[in-house]
């Protein structure tokens, strides 16, 4: 598997949506799509937001929500706030585990 | 709530090894497939390899021939070794846990503080 290809950069103003995209993601060999999305802060580890491609961990807020079309993932935060500037990484596991290169948002 | 903790030299030779530890605490090491993820300076997240609790591991294979992770079950402990590091080595070393267990590295949910390793004479 290769590595996932994800937009540089993107940016929005409060209360905005926005979707950030990663193509290259794959199904393992049973066919379940394996997709997680990470937050990071500056000098923070990172943080997981969504995993098999939909789901939310408990405490990560509705706003984050992923979705697939075919070899694309997306992330979308809604209402965007000025905490969600950070960067954010895909992750997709096939069998073994890629991640994109990251996106670093910016709230205007 | 588990609690991963990354500790080991922060300073390093080159063409030395490289070698961590990480520690579980709040859980029990049993069952889930533990794994090394790095981040060089100003860049993106980069996966190592796993190792599960019986000792099976799959490793990357950017750094398969440098690679070699152990798991001491006793302590809740697993281990990464890079050997012939050099200065791209130079990254903040984590190690993270995924959601669900004994289903592969599926993601990684829960992840240690991250320690920064310096490759440098």
């Known amino acids: 598997q290769s590595a996932l290809t994800q937009p540089p950069f993107a940016s929005g103003s409060p209360g905005q949506s926005v979707t950030i995209s990663c193509t290259g993601v794959s199904s393992d060999v049973r066919g379940y799509d394996f997709v997680s999305w990470y937050q990071q802060h500056p000098g923070k580890a990172p943080k997981l937001l969504i995993f098999?491609?939909?789901k939310r961990p408990s405490g990560v807020p509705d706003r984050f929500s992923g979705s697939q079309s075919g070899n694309t993932a997306f992330l979308t935060v809604s209402g965007l706030q000025a905490e969600d500037e950070a960067d954010y990484y895909c992750s997709s596991y096939a069998g073994t585990v890629v991640f994109g290169g990251g996106t670093k948002l910016t709230v205007l | 709530q588990v609690q991963l903790q990354e500790s080991g030299p922060e300073l390093v030779k080159p063409s030395e090894t490289l070698s961590l530890t990480c520690t579980v605490s709040?859980?029990?090491?049993?069952?889930?497939?533990w794994s090394w993820v790095r981040q060089s300076p100003g860049k993106g997240l980069e996966w190592i390899g796993y190792?599960?609790?019986?000792?099976?591991?799959d490793y990357n294979p950017f750094f398969k021939g440098r690679v070699a992770m152990s798991v001491d079950t006793s302590t809740n402990q697993f281990s990464l070794r890079l050997t012939s590091v050099t200065a791209a080595d130079t990254a903040v070393y984590y190690c993270?846990?995924?959601?669900?267990?004994?289903?592969?590295?599926?993601?990684?949910?829960?992840w240690g503080r991250g320690i920064l390793v310096t490759v440098s004479s």
């Open positions: 098999e491609v939909n």
């Open positions: 709040g859980g029990s090491i049993s069952n889930y497939y």
């Open positions: 993270a846990r995924p959601t669900t267990a004994a289903a592969g590295p599926t993601d990684f949910h829960s």
């Open positions: 190792i599960f609790h019986s000792g099976h591991t």
